[in-house]
């Protein structure tokens, strides 16, 4: 069960507690990135969450003194991961903010994903595009989360490097992160049920 910002900041530990009670495991989507030393000291707060998260993320492009911060503040109490490049920026838009324009996407992810593995982390957050480079570079031990998940004849919305979860899953995705495909669904139930069937069936 993925927890993010907007449920963390409405409900807080209290609500997060809550949830994490029913008994899954939870992906606490809070994606730090500051200082290392504010990022670590974050971190410590989190783990004192009850239950803890199974999963919680940084961003990579904080750098490698904070993703080494945040693994040694999270020393193996939670897996934690590293958000590479969002799903919902093209080549152009991070050529826009700075980065390297001979650089795409992909090479940069999978640079992100390089040094958060040289840092310390379990695995990243990357789009579904970029599942099999990771893998290539970093292993296929290292966990790949991937948003970005769009099922068949639902709309894109602000995303703008999708893929159905049957492609993510033969690109080599270990989690789905599949948010209002489900929660804007007219019968979330359904929708979650139809996911599943898709792809159990291949």
Same mark, same amino acid.
């Given at each position: 069960m993925k927890l993010g910002l907007e449920f963390f900041y409405a409900h807080g530990a209290k609500g997060y507690e809550k949830v994490a009670a +029913?008994?899954? %495991? @939870? !992906? *606490?989507? *809070?994606k730090l990135h500051d200082i290392p030393n504010t990022v670590a000291q974050g *971190? #410590?707060?989190l783990m004192r969450?009850? %239950?803890? %998260?199974? @999963? #919680?993320? @940084?961003? =990579?492009?904080? /750098?490698?003194? &904070? &993703?080494k911060a945040a693994a040694d503040s999270v020393n193996g109490q939670c897996r934690l991961i590293a958000v590479t490049v969002l799903t919902s920026l093209s080549n152009d838009d991070v050529w826009a903010i700075g980065f390297d324009p001979k650089l795409e996407t992909q090479a940069l992810a999978t640079r992100m994903?390089? +040094? =958060?593995k040289a840092a310390g982390l379990d695995g990243v957050v990357c789009s579904p595009h970029d599942t099999r480079a990771i893998k290539q570079s970093? /292993? +296929?031990? !290292?966990?790949t989360v991937v948003p970005g998940i769009r099922p068949p004849g639902t709309g894109a919305q602000d995303q703008k490097r999708i893929a159905t979860p049957r492609e993510a899953m033969k690109n080599g995705a270990d989690i789905l992160v599949i948010g209002r495909a489900i929660t804007a669904a007219?019968? %979330? =139930?359904?929708a979650c049920a139809d996911i599943k069937a898709d792809l159990d069936a291949h």
């Open positions: +029913e008994g899954l %495991p @939870i !992906f *606490l989507d *809070l *971190l #410590t707060s969450l009850s %239950p803890r %998260p199974a @999963i #919680t993320n @940084i961003h =990579a492009s904080g /750098g490698l003194d &904070m &993703m994903a390089s +040094e =958060a970093a /292993g +296929e031990d !290292f966990l007219a019968d %979330p =139930a359904r």
